[in-house]
């Protein structure tokens, strides 16, 4: 039996068809749109190891790796990159100045935290679809996803002001390709806006020189470096409050594109969390950085409405391949900056979007204040990126707004209406 049913003929879209997760197209489409949730992924998933002083090859494998482990644990009905996340930047290097942990502690840390999700998987699988509905209402997901869509505004933005004109062009393309072209052009926009984007900046010279040299002087094949974990008590409760982070960026991955597909995901997000807690503790054990569903792969997904997990296995591939290919890697790394940020400005604006729908499919009432303190409270907290120190541990906006989102919403809404029925008694 295959693996995937080929959509109609493989090679033509109507305009509104939707590529399912156990569909994909004709090969050579495939492997398309592959390389776009590559390009996706790459620049946050190579960042990560660069703040945090893990080796960069190790971090792409074990991202390829873990991207296909969790594949194979949903059973290709969940599509996902698991991307290096951002998020452990902050709390990793806090462990570090405050903790005196070494790489070792930070990777037994992170094994740690694949764990945890990995039993919160195994719970949410046991007990059903009623654990995650009374967990995680639509309200609840659906501020997730805009909160996750939108803290990576600042990157967007930021990226994109370093070279305006190569972004500029690159946003531009997609955006056109997306709203006025139609079949295959408007489903791969985002990889034709970086190849535009890309060639304008080559043009202008704005490809960085030193980037081009260490394209000439990698080897066409390394091995990745890989680094012991160890268990240091120390460092856990530095990395310890991410848990929640990936819980939610999980979550919110499963719920975005079952409402962006159409599909009911909602009993494959036990699989989903016990794929994604096995990633990053694969990560953990081998010197990656710790692994979760990449934002912008999702808002790809959103942007082409194709979600067949060919397509993401087809970018775990490449990143295997990549990182044994130290040359090729350091092609792709050349893509400029702004290139990056002008693909950014589309997808997590559309990912953004789909939190919003979420809310208004689900009827979510406005005029409620619960809603409009605790959940506008908590959005501002993540998308501003609130860091705090508590002591010598820091918490960053995505922490401190999944805990307004996931935790505090809850208890508020049960406060709430326990007082308003007492009143009616």
């Known amino acids: 039996m295959a693996l995937w049913t080929v959509h109609g003929d493989g090679r033509q879209l109507v305009d509104e068809a939707v590529v399912g997760s156990g569909e994909r197209l004709s090969w050579p489409l495939t492997v398309g749109f592959g390389l776009q949730h590559l390009i996706a992924m790459f620049g946050t998933t190579m960042l990560v190891p660069l703040l945090t002083g893990f080796p960069a090859s190790t971090t792409l494998l074990l991202s390829g790796l873990g991207t296909l482990l969790f594949l194979l644990i949903t059973r290709n009905r969940v599509p996902a990159y698991l991307g290096a996340s951002v998020a452990f930047v902050v709390p990793m290097g806090a462990a570090v100045d405050h903790g005196g942990a070494g790489q070792g502690a930070l990777l037994g840390a992170i094994m740690m935290v694949g764990l945890v999700v990995f039993t919160f998987g195994v719970a949410v699988k046991a007990l059903g679809v009623r654990l995650l509905e009374t967990a995680m209402p639509p309200v609840v997901t659906g501020g997730i996803v805009l909160m996750i869509g939108l803290s990576l505004a600042p990157q967007a933005v930021s990226s994109f002001g370093v070279q305006p004109v190569p972004a500029a062009i690159t946003l531009v393309i997609v955006v056109l390709a997306t709203v006025l072209s139609r079949g295959m052009p408007r489903r791969l926009a985002v990889l034709l806006g970086v190849l535009g984007g890309w060639i304008c900046a080559a043009l202008l010279g704005q490809v960085d020189p030193a980037r081009l040299d260490a394209v000439a002087r990698a080897p066409w094949f390394g091995l990745p470096e890989f680094v012991t974990p160890q268990l240091h008590l120390s460092a856990v409760p530095f990395v310890a409050p991410m848990v929640l982070v990936v819980l939610a960026e999980l979550v919110g991955n ?90 950014l400005f589309v997808v997590v604006g559309v990912l953004a979007l789909v939190g919003v729908r979420i809310w208004s499919e689900a009827g979510v009432d406005f005029a409620d204040p619960v809603n409009l303190t605790v959940l506008g409270t908590a959005l501002v907290a993540g998308v501003g990126d609130l860091t705090l120190s508590l002591g010598a541990l820091r918490l960053t906006g995505l922490v401190w707004g999944s805990i307004g989102i996931v935790l505090v919403y809850p208890v508020l809404r049960g406060l709430a209406d326990a007082v308003s029925a007492h009143r009616e008694a």
């Open 254 to 343: 499963v719920k975005a594109v079952a409402a962006m597909s159409g599909r009911n995901l909602d009993g494959q997000v036990g699989d989903a969390l016990i794929g994604g807690g096995l990633a990053t503790t694969l990560a953990g054990a081998g010197g990656g950085s710790a692994l979760s569903s990449n934002a912008p792969n999702v808002g790809v997904m959103a942007a082409a409405r194709v979600y067949s997990t060919a397509a993401c296995m087809i970018a775990a591939v490449g990143a295997v391949l990549l990182a044994f290919c130290p040359k090729l890697s350091a092609l792709i790394s050349t893509m400029p900056l702004g290139v990056f940020g002008g693909a």
